[in-house]
């Protein structure tokens, strides 16, 4: 009988990064901070960040990609993806990932599908 092996990582060209992106949206979105003057105003809309990882997990870089129309929800959404911590993914180069994130008051802070 053989001993018990760890599986060898995917290699990157076999890694889902349509898959990873996708599970980082309810992490995103649980960071999310909003103040009470965006409550009380009761703002809502979708802020879409882009950021670059490197496969280490490490935050290269991140912008609005697509403003909101709320510096409040923009600023908000940024600050999420900046205090993130990212898993890492397989593969020599950086990545750069786009997410939307969606913040309604009366539906919770969810993110957009």
Do not use: C, W
């Not at 999310?32 to 280490?56: D, H, I, K, Q, W």
């Amino acid at each position: 009988m053989q001993p018990a092996t760890t599986p060898a990582p995917k290699p990157a060209q076999n890694f889902d990064f349509r898959a990873y992106a996708a599970a980082l949206r309810a992490p995103l979105q649980h960071l999310v901070r909003t103040t009470p003057t965006m409550r009380m105003l009761n703002l809502s809309g979708t802020a879409t960040v882009e950021f670059t990882l490197a496969p280490s997990g490490h935050l290269i870089a991140a912008r609005i990609l697509r403003p909101s129309g709320a510096g409040s929800i923009d600023r908000a959404a940024l600050t999420a993806v900046r205090r993130m911590h990212y898993p890492p993914f397989p593969g020599p180069e950086n990545r750069t990932f786009t997410v939307p994130i969606r913040i309604a008051p009366n539906l919770g802070y969810t993110t957009q599908p």
